[in-house]
């Protein structure tokens, strides 16, 4: 127990060193917020490694974390909603298919998106920035799912063999 304690605590300072990492890139899209999402990385490794509830305290422990250090009250609201919807789908699709580490981390991305997306159009009240904003959000969460699943992809296949 106290392992597995201290391997999910590794897993949420990952994820905080690589939301520090993050908030030094810029991305020049039309989306105020965008970011690569390499905390998620973290989040991916940990799902596969460690299983769903290990993945959730992960996810809380970054948004939480994260926010409160990075970012506002705003912020933590808009990445709950975009962690929650995440790994509503990256879980079960882990769970009960056969998919790919790569193609579970995209869909992640995208309704990664769709939460935060969904998030916005209630607090302003704007229906509107679905057509607006979605397409981008969702082009930029299928991108940074490849990129966050591809990257988790290389480094399980070391992380299993050192963890076994």
């Known amino acids: 127990m106290t392992r597995k304690l201290t391997r999910i605590a590794f ?28 905390s998620n990385i973290a989040v991916v490794l940990t799902l596969y490694l460690y299983g769903p509830g290990a993945a959730f305290l992960v996810d809380i422990g970054k948004v939480l974390l994260s926010g409160f250090m990075f970012g506002s009250l ?6 709950a909603s975009g962690a929650a919807f995440s790994l509503m ?5 882990r769970k009960w298919t056969s998919l790919h580490m790569i193609t579970v981390s995209m869909m992640g991305g ?9 998030v916005a159009v209630a607090v302003l009240n704007t229906p509107a920035l679905i057509y607006s904003y979605g397409p981008f959000l ?27």
């Open 11 to 38: 897993m949420i300072a990952c994820s905080l060193v690589l939301s520090w990492i993050e908030s030094f890139i810029p991305l020049p899209l039309p989306v105020p917020g965008a970011k690569p999402g390499l």
């Open 110 to 118: 995208i309704f990664h998106n769709i939460g935060q997306l969904a």
């Open 89 to 93: 789908v990256m879980i079960p699709l």
């Open 138 to 164: 969702l082009a930029a969460g299928l991108t940074t799912g490849l990129l966050v699943g591809w990257i988790s992809h290389l480094l399980y296949g070391r992380l299993y063999k050192l963890i076994g």
């Open 74 to 79: 705003s912020s933590i609201l808009y990445a």
